[in-house]
Structure formats: C-alpha cells, structure tokens
C-alpha cells in the first residue's frame, strides 16, 4: 500500500491536505499519527487534531474560519463546518512595519526582445487594430481574417494580426467618474509594446468613447482612424481598413529582436481554476520565480483584489513605505464599496471548482493566491486600469474574474504567468501566457495545455525554489521567441473584457 501523503503547510496549522491522487481512504494512519475516521478527497482538509465547536482552523498559520460544531480529530473538514472569519480591519493594518531587505542583484539575464521608440519592449511582433465600440467588432474581425490570408504571408516578421474588440464604447455613461477604467485600460492596451506602441483605430463614428476620448495624449500626433461610417458599402470599409493595415505592416515588418536585460520583462501573475494544492506549490514557485525578477531589476505584478483582501494583513507591513500601505488599503476599502453597491461581498468569490478542490471559503483561497507575491518589498501600488511604470513587485488592483484581470493586466505586461489546479485553457493574443498546474495529475491530463507542472513540489520530487528557477528561465525563453507557449500553439486567445465599474444608459 502506497505511503499516505498529506501536506501541512505551517507548524501551527491544525488541518492537513490530502495530497495522494485517489485522496486518503477512511481508516488511513497519517503521518502525524491521526486515523481517519472517513474517506477524504484529494485536495481536501483534515483534521490533525479535535476541534471544539468556535476553535479557529488554522491553515499556513492563519486562521482560515472557526469550527461549525465540534470536528474530531481524523474529519474531513468540509466547507459546511466552517464559519467564515471577517475580514481584516483595513483601519487598524501595519503599514510599512517588516519591509524586507533588499535581495543581491541578479546580473547577467537577457531575453531577445522587440525595442520599441517609446523604451518599452515587446515579446511579440501583432499588428493590432483597436476599436472603439462593440459596434464594428463584426467588421473588423472579418478584416483580419483577410489581413491574415492575403497580407501576413508577405511579412514574415510579423507574428500575428489581432482584433481589439471589447463589449464596451457606447451605451454607457462616459463621463462617469468610473468610465476611466475601461478607457484608459483600452488607452494603454491600444499602445501595447507588442504592437510596437502605435495603434492603428476603428471607429464606427457615431460612439460614445470617440478616438481622442480613447488616446488623449496623441491629440497633437492623433493616431490613424478609419470610421465606417465615412464609407460608401462594406467593400470600401474592408479595402480601407486592409490598406492602414498594409501601411502598419511594413512598418512591423522592420522590427527585430535584440538583446535586452531580464529588467525589461514585465510580468503580470494571476491564478484562476485554483484548488487547495495552488498554495502550496504553482503559487509559492510562482513567488520564488517573482524574487528572482525582482532582484533582476524586472516588474512583477499581482493582482485579483478579492483574493488579496483576506489576506492583506501579511502585505501592508511589507510595503515599502507607508504611502504605498495606504495605497494598497485605499484599493481594498474601494472593492468593498463597490462589492456592498451591489449588495454581495467577498464571499462570492470562490466557484464551485474552487470548492471541489478544496478551497472551503475565500479567506483560505486569499492566504494561498499571494504566495505568487513571493517575499519582496512591496514597490508600489497601480489603481484599475492605470499603466504601471515602476520596476519591482507591484500590486495592480483588479477584480478576479479571470478575463477582467487580464485584460487590466494588458494594459502594462509583456508577459503572463497563469497558475490553475483544476485547469483552464485561457490565453491572450497580445502576449505569452505561461501556464503552471498545482497537480502533477492535470498536468498528465492537460499535457498539451500546461507548460510547466508544479506539483511535483507536493510529492517532494522537486523543491519550490528548483521550480522558481525553472520557470525563470522558462520565461526568458519564451520572451525570447525560442519556445512557444501551448496557448499560442493552439491560439487560444479569449476576448477582452475591459471592467466597466460604471453605469450603463
């Protein structure tokens, strides 16, 4: 019989994860000497010790909810016997009080990357056409087909042709103060260092977000625009639209890649599909690889407020000053206004998968998802939709939706890194989305969807710091253009989905 495998992560926990795939059948000594009074699932909590009915449930030495009723020692500890813990005051957090010190540099990292004029760098070469409403998407994606038949071909250094469509730009209240957010996540994604920084628009000309709504700072040197409505049929409309895009195309054309430090990478992490083994292994070596960009002078972002929120106390102190405390608390007070406007709060979170894989409630979902935060100093903090500019670790506020969150992330990485425990096969056009499983049995299952497997760290083949290493330099290959991700393989590409905070007319 197969030794039991079970993973407590803190010396205080009084709960462990069943880590064998067929989970831990009922009867089962573990290795802290507790039998198993029932079978417990793969993923899923037991109990190291009697809990008296109220007593907190630890999990990574915090407390992840209070006992229903009585749990014996060797339970299953399932969702139903679990009270949620309020969140963290926001008034009463440390802020700045354990900044950690500053790591060696790490020196001598490049990636072969596209320099564009603006000092950004890309990792792809996409010609990609913005629109302004949800209006010409229709149009335009039939543009791009023909643009990738009859004109891409001619230009083999350009990697792709994309359509930048989106469900936002008319119908809305655009001068609502929360209008920004879309727009200027659109602003900055229409510019994105894979695009070599130019847009080329589409208006239909009778929207809402107009294109100098959408680019403010190119009033002076406004980019070019082709609006349908100036046309005569929808042959002129395609032959103009194909025409800008030839003219962008051999502009593209030109670029090349070059060498560029490991400092221009900037990274956006997310998670999405997690279990309970995210914690413990993709997000963790997920964190060891964020140290590692971090001491190369690189930008990491994190992000996915309402899997922050619970975990904020172990953030603030961490920060860098004080000012970027009251920042990332700013960000979380807003989430919590906005989530009370629509009457929920940050327990609808998790998804029914989540719950599957043994996540009991968000609490516990938020202490594993900033493990990807790995152990730096927090450097600053960007609000929605706002391009980050500094280097180090970052927090970008965003919701967790999985698609929102990435589209915000758009509007400043150059790169993505995706951990799942379930599994997705979300991808974006724009850049290269690495995706690490927290199981060793999805990433057998999904062997041509994830590009790198995590959970080899739960069965102790490997350490967190060994895989941290791993997917560094998987990155830089991948930046590079020397390995392609298995999202772009297959060109599994989902739609943008800007966060419209704002009231719809």
């Not at 560029?260 to 309970?276: E, F, H, N, Y």
């Not at 056009?429 to 999805?442: I, Q």
């Not at 895989?467 to 330099?473: A, C, D, K, Q, S």
């Amino acid at each position: 019989m197969a030794h039991p495998l079970t993973v407590r992560v803190h010396p205080l926990d009084n709960v462990a994860i069943a880590v064998s795939p067929d989970g831990l059948a009922s009867g089962t000594v573990l290795p802290e000497g507790v039998t198993l009074r029932e079978a417990v699932p793969q993923a899923h909590k037991v109990a190291l010790q009697t809990l008296p009915e109220g007593a907190p449930i630890l999990r990574y030495g915090q407390v992840i909810g209070h006992a229903a009723r009585e749990i014996l020692a060797g339970s299953w500890v399932r969702e139903d016997v679990i009270r949620m813990p309020a969140a963290p005051e926001l008034a009463h957090l440390s802020l700045a009080t354990a900044v950690p010190v500053d790591a060696p540099p790490l020196e001598g990292f490049t990636f072969e990357g596209y320099r564009n004029a603006d000092g950004s760098v890309g990792t792809k070469n996409v010609l990609g056409i913005t629109t302004t409403v949800q209006c010409v998407a229709a149009t335009v994606d039939y543009a791009v087909a023909r643009i990738r038949a009859e004109l891409l071909p001619r230009y083999p250094n350009v990697d792709d042709v994309v359509s930048l469509t989106h469900t936002y730009g008319c119908g809305v209240a655009i001068d609502a103060p929360d209008a920004a957010v879309p727009i200027r996540t659109l602003g900055h994604i229409s510019r994105h260092a894979n695009l070599g920084g130019d847009p080329l628009v589409v208006s239909l000309g009778c929207e809402k977000m107009q294109p100098s709504r959408l680019f403010p700072l190119f009033e002076s040197a406004p980019p070019e625009v082709v609006r349908l409505q100036d046309h005569a049929g929808f042959g002129e409309i395609i032959a103009r639209i194909m025409e800008s895009a030839e003219r962008r195309l051999e502009v593209l054309n030109q670029r090349r890649r070059v060498t560029c430090p490991a400092s221009d990478l900037v990274v956006g992490l997310q998670c999405g599909g997690s279990d309970a083994f995210s914690g413990v292994t993709c997000n963790p070596a997920v964190g060891a690889m964020a140290d590692l960009l971090v001491r190369a002078g690189a930008t990491v972002m994190f992000s996915e407020v309402t899997e922050v929120r619970d975990a904020v106390h172990l953030l603030t102190p961490r920060c860098a000053t004080e000012e970027i405390g009251r920042d990332l608390v700013r960000e979380m007070q807003w989430y919590d206004d906005y989530l009370a406007r629509g009457r929920a709060d940050r327990s609808a979170n998790p998804t029914p998968g989540n719950k599957r894989g043994g996540l009991a409630n968000v609490v516990e979902k938020a202490l594993g998802s900033i493990a990807k935060a790995g152990s730096s100093a927090l450097r600053g903090v960007a609000t929605h939709g706002e391009k980050v500019t500094r280097k180090g670790l970052i927090f970008a506020a965003t919701p967790a939706s999985d698609f929102i969150c990435g589209t915000q992330q758009l509007a400043s990485m150059n790169l993505h890194v995706f951990t799942t425990g379930e599994g997705t096969p979300y991808g974006l056009a724009l850049v290269p989305v690495v995706k690490v499983s927290s199981r060793t049995s999805l990433a057998e299952k999904w062997h041509d969807l994830i590009d790198l497997d995590a959970g080899r760290i739960a069965t102790g083949e490997a350490t967190i710091d060994e895989v941290g290493w791993e997917l560094f330099r998987l990155l830089l290959d991948v930046a590079s253009g020397r390995k392609k991700t298995w999202a772009d393989h297959w060109r599994l590409y989902n739609a943008l989905a800007p966060f419209n905070p704002g009231p719809v007319t």
